[in-house]
């Protein structure tokens, strides 16, 4: 057991000793029990054991945690993934529950990138949404904001980093591409705005290269094309069916379908 696993396994008997390894093969292990937390933060008081599940990587930071609501106890909340292939689900006892949406997963990878424990996962991310929640229980409003779902949280969090008005997607777009190195910078912009944008954003670029792979922005970028492709489709297939319009709703599909197909090759 690598001394990753092994401070997170330390990390998780001391302060959590009601979550037992119930799983644990040659990539991951997992964590099933009472998650007790007693918090506070401002005027938001937590006291709550509700039972999770944590498939843990030993690939961890690279990637990232899954936490399960077993008892669906988060069920006031937009920010829960229910799994749209659950037969896809390595651990069968968890094809039909939802996991906790913590942050956009570009966040995640920033403020983890150097991480040696899952401690840093939990302190950063699980026990604020454990304080966001109740935040929004009580107030209607998440105390620490909120990433919108689907492609505009990830532009959300390009926009933060580069402190750029999220309204610019085409500039977020072009700056995400340019990290990853997969278009040339002269190609991606005009000529009159070189000097401008790679004053401006040259070190940025520098930090996020150093922060995240290669692999990990393409990772992104393939992302956000994806879901960029999904929600045009089904705004396309909303429009046509909603006017009768069958057979180019099927068009639509069966285009959709097609790049579907050629996009596997990166799941």
């Not at 669906?72 to 749209?84: R, S």
């Not at 977020?172 to 401008?196: A, C, E, N, Q």
Request: some cysteine; overall charge positive; charged content about 30%.
């Amino acid at each position: 057991m690598g001394s990753l696993v092994q401070e997170s396994c330390k990390y998780i008997k001391i302060h959590y000793p009601e979550m037992n390894i119930i799983l644990e093969n040659g990539s991951y292990l997992v964590w099933e029990g009472r998650f007790y937390v007693d918090i506070e933060y401002e005027e938001i008081k937590v006291n709550s054991a509700p039972r999770l599940g944590i498939k843990f990587s030993k690939s961890y930071p690279n990637e990232l945690p899954i936490v399960y609501d077993i008892d669906n106890i988060f069920n006031n909340t937009t920010h829960k993934f229910v799994n749209p292939h659950p037969e896809n689900e390595e651990i069968e006892k968890y094809r039909n529950k939802r996991t906790l949406c913590l942050a956009s997963f570009i966040d995640m990878d920033l403020q983890l990138s150097n991480s040696s424990s899952i401690e840093d996962y939990i302190t950063k991310f699980l026990l604020p949404y454990f304080i966001s929640y109740e935040s929004s229980v009580k107030t209607g409003k998440y105390v620490f904001g909120e990433r919108t779902h689907g492609s505009k949280g990830i532009y959300e969090s390009i926009a933060e980093y580069f402190q750029v008005e999220i309204e610019n997607i085409e500039l977020l777009k072009k700056l995400l591409i340019w990290s990853t190195r997969t278009t040339r910078f002269k190609t991606l912009f005009s000529p009159p705005y070189h000097k401008y944008i790679e004053k401006k954003y040259y070190r940025k670029i520098g930090h996020l290269r150093k922060t995240l792979s290669t692999i990990k922005l393409k990772r992104h970028l393939y992302i956000l094309n994806k879901l960029e492709i999904e929600e045009n489709t089904h705004k396309k297939l909303r429009d046509f069916l909603n006017r009768g319009e069958y057979k180019e709703a099927e068009k639509v599909y069966i285009e959709y379908l097609s790049k579907a197909q050629r996009a596997k090759q990166f799941d």
